[in-house]
């Protein structure tokens, strides 16, 4: 598909979550996910916001303002908010960023959760062990181009994966 043809319906297809949350911080969590849902057009929305807001863990604050959250929190009802469409490709730029242990371990169920074969995810991460865990491809990028392109076995070996990794970026800075 090509951008310019259709921006609105490509934007329809992508959730993007990164270190900026993209959310109205006078808003409350419902108020936020409740613009995205009707910006993308969402089928059942009050529902999939109730989902989604028990799902990252913010029942409790569904009615507070964003202001007032904490940066992990921010960054959970960002990833409702990237998931408020049920988008068949993620784009996951370092989406662990403020996450607690906890927040980090719902967020990893989450992933789980969205059926790999109906989604695309790119994740970017500095994570190596948790990447390599979430992937059944990897990419090593240095100066903003492929320095490698692990295969299937090297993926399984973190070891492996650090070494290359290593000799890909380390080295070459």
Known sequence: MDIKDNPIEI???????????YL?????????????????NTKNLEARIDELIKQVGLGYRMNDRVRTFSRG????????RALIHDPPILLLDEPYTGLDQHASATFDRILSSTNAHDKTRVLISHDIERGIAMCDRAIILTNGSIAHE?????IRDLVQCRAIYEKHVVERT
């Open 11 to 21: 934007r329809k297809k992508i959730g993007v979550i990164s270190h900026e949350t």
């Open 24 to 40: 109205y911080h006078e808003l409350t969590a419902a108020e936020n996910l409740l613009f995205f849902g009707r910006m993308y």
């Open 73 to 80: 929190m921010k960054q959970r009802l960002s990833i409702a």
């Open 150 to 154: 692990m295969s299937e076995t090297e």
